[in-house]
């Protein structure tokens, strides 16, 4: 198998933009599933393959946050106490009407306590 090289916008040489089809990720996996015609037919497989990506993408964004912006917590265990890293702020997941429901469902899934939103927005046809 040969690799090709994949084309970047310039305009995504932002810091705070991922193109994750070309990085080395599970999402890859996932979004070939999702890009497959027939796939395209079966909608109940097509929602499960945005469930997993959302959720694959939530385990990146939750190991980011940790090396990132990360707090240590005192936990009680049943031997004593431990320290425990986790993320300094929830995240707030919000999702854009239509095919962004199935992934934030499994971002929630990466993000249990976080707090979630719809935004919806429609365009004008014919101009």
Same mark, same amino acid.
């Given at each position: 198998m040969t690799k090709k090289s994949i084309f970047i916008s310039t305009d995504y040489n932002n810091s705070q933009v991922r193109v994750l089809d070309i990085e080395g990720h599970a999402v890859n996996l996932e979004l070939a599933i999702l890009r497959?015609?027939?796939?395209?037919?079966?909608?109940p497989r097509f929602r499960q393959a945005?469930?997993?990506i959302g959720y694959d993408i939530g385990r990146i964004i939750v190991q980011e946050l940790i090396?990132?912006?990360?707090?240590?917590?005192e936990?009680?265990?049943?031997?004593?106490?431990?320290e425990q890293l986790s993320y300094?702020? +929830?995240?707030?997941?919000? !999702?854009?009407? @239509?095919?962004s429901i199935p992934m934030c469902d499994?971002?929630?899934r990466a993000f249990?306590?976080? +707090?979630?939103?719809?935004? !919806?927005?429609? @365009?004008?046809?014919?101009?």
């Open positions: 497959d015609v027939d796939t395209q037919k079966n909608r945005l469930n997993r090396n990132e912006d990360f707090m240590v917590n936990v009680t265990t049943p031997l004593g106490t431990a300094a702020k +929830e995240p707030v997941l919000l !999702s854009i009407i @239509r095919a499994g971002m929630q249990p306590y976080a +707090e979630t939103g719809i935004v !919806s927005a429609s @365009r004008e046809h014919g101009h």
